[in-house]
């Protein structure tokens, strides 16, 4: 057994002596997984509560480690949200062994939801698929499914209803505000989604590489299209034959950017950029170098906008 999982249970265990039950009953422990989420879990937690957000600013969903304070959250938590093992493998097992008394709700099973198939290959319109470069198959993303399902905003609205029946169940008394927060939450994504939609639409047709394939929930809803991914997780850096195909790609001169995140491999992307002399610019599919909280989320899907305009802009 991992080392940190013992450190975890062990932590736990401590948090569950030290506070008894009777101070674990005025409100519900809301634990969220990465800042995305908790984002959507704050707006309709709004005037009752803030979640606690497991995933540190920066780090990968992929891979992380739990901290003794995580262990503790999950054990006295009353509602667990994260997306589910296949975005966030690290966390099974901790929710498992020490969200016990939880409800846990994992939003990649949410009723309704526009789901994508991940996308083969480098350089995604070639559909060669002789091509082998199964390498770059991490375990994460072997299901077929793009894992990466909050950069639609359609999706967050689906999330909003389905958090704040979660918490009316276990908080009946506050069960008015929070659905009353997610229908106002719904809204703002209405209008976010009408912004990003103005501003993505000069950008159409202006081809651009991104480091990991993580965008195709956020290209698919506003209409462009990135024409390959260097990597295929970002769990793992991608091999040779990868960056060769993406190279290739390149050489067809139309590639206005590539853009990096700002997490990892930031070097492997700016190289690749620099011998094909095309601009770099940065995405960020986390919410990286944002205040978590409400305002995270439609900041996270802006700044996606504002990135891509800001390197494809119009010549
Ligand atoms: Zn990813």
Redesign the pocket.
């Known amino acids: 057994m991992q080392r940190w999982i013992m450190t975890a249970l062990s932590a736990a265990l401590i948090a569950l002596g030290t506070f008894s039950s009777e101070s674990r009953a005025e409100t519900v422990g809301v634990v969220a997984s990465i800042a995305p989420l908790h984002s959507l879990v704050a707006r309709v937690m709004e005037g009752r509560g803030t979640p606690t957000l497991l995933l540190p600013p920066g780090a990968s969903?992929?891979d992380n480690a739990l901290r003794p304070s995580d262990a503790a959250a999950l054990a006295d938590a009353g509602l667990v949200i994260w997306m589910g093992p296949a975005?966030e493998p690290w966390l099974e097992r901790p929710i498992t062994a020490l969200a016990r008394n939880a409800t846990v709700l994992r939003l990649n099973r949410t009723e309704g939801l526009t789901r994508l198939d991940l996308r083969e290959g480098a350089a995604f319109e070639a559909e060669d698929k002789g091509d082998d470069d199964q390498e770059d198959g991490d375990e994460a993303h072997q299901d077929e499914t793009d894992?990466?399902l909050w950069l639609d905003p359609r999706n967050a609205a689906l999330w909003l209803d389905e958090i704040a029946r979660a918490l009316a169940k276990l908080d009946p008394d506050s069960a008015d505000t929070y659905m009353a927060n997610a229908e106002a939450g719904r809204t703002e994504l209405a209008a976010l989604e009408a912004r990003i939609e103005a501003r993505v639409a000069p950008l159409r047709g202006r081809p651009f590489i991104v480091l990991?394939d993580?965008f195709h929930y956020f290209e698919d809803r506003f209409d462009i299209e990135a024409a390959g991914a260097l990597a295929l997780?970002?769990?793992r850096p991608p091999g040779p034959a990868r960056v060769a195909q993406i190279r290739d790609r390149l050489r067809q001169g139309d590639i206005r950017c590539i853009f990096r995140e700002p997490q990892g491999n930031a070097k492997l992307a700016e190289r690749v950029a620099r011998d094909a002399g095309v601009e770099i610019g940065v995405l960020d599919?986390l919410g990286a170098a944002l205040a978590p909280g409400p305002a995270l989320y439609p900041a996270l899907i802006e700044g996606l906008a504002d990135g891509l305009a800001a390197c494809l802009n119009p010549l």
């Open positions: 969903p992929h975005i894992p990466h990991h993580a997780s970002d769990a599919p």
